[in-house]
Nanobody, 121 residues
Framework: VQLQASGGGLVQAGGSLRLSCVAS????????IGWFRQAPGKEREGVQC????????NWLQAVKGRFTISSDNAKNTVYLQMNNLKAEDTAVYYC???????????????WGQGTLVTVSS
């Protein structure tokens, strides 16, 4: 079981990035995939989640309308499209696997390595 996150980078405020989380070793039909982020000096926070049974969930009011989670089950990949990025979105973004969508990080049993998003103002 493995999760591989990618797509981070340096972008100017107002720009866009699309993060990818490629999963191997399990079926997306049976699990939820969540995106979390952790900014320097701050706690990890849940961003969004998606599953076949729960659909998509947004946990952060600050990204509502700007971030969109989606999945391509044929590619075993979950995406996080991030538009109109702001300096406060700067963080390491992680994808993780859980039996269902929840913002509680302790429920997630498998984590990707994280990808750094830096937004310059």
């Amino acid at each position: 079981v493995q999760l591989q996150a990618s797509g981070g980078g340096l972008v100017q405020a107002g720009g866009s990035l699309r993060l990818s989380c490629v999963a191997s070793g399990f079926s997306f039909d049976d699990y939820a995939i969540g995106w979390f982020r952790q900014a320097p000096g701050k706690e990890r926070e849940g961003v969004q989640c998606i599953s076949s049974s729960d659909g998509s969930r947004n946990w952060l009011q600050a990204v509502k309308g700007r971030f969109t989670i989606s999945s391509d089950n044929a590619k075993n990949t979950v995406y996080l499209q991030m538009n109109n990025l702001k300096a406060e979105d700067t963080a390491v973004y992680y994808c993780a696997k859980a039996p269902f969508c929840t913002h509680y990080s302790g429920t997630y049993t498998q984590w990707g390595q994280g990808t750094l998003v830096t937004v310059s103002s």
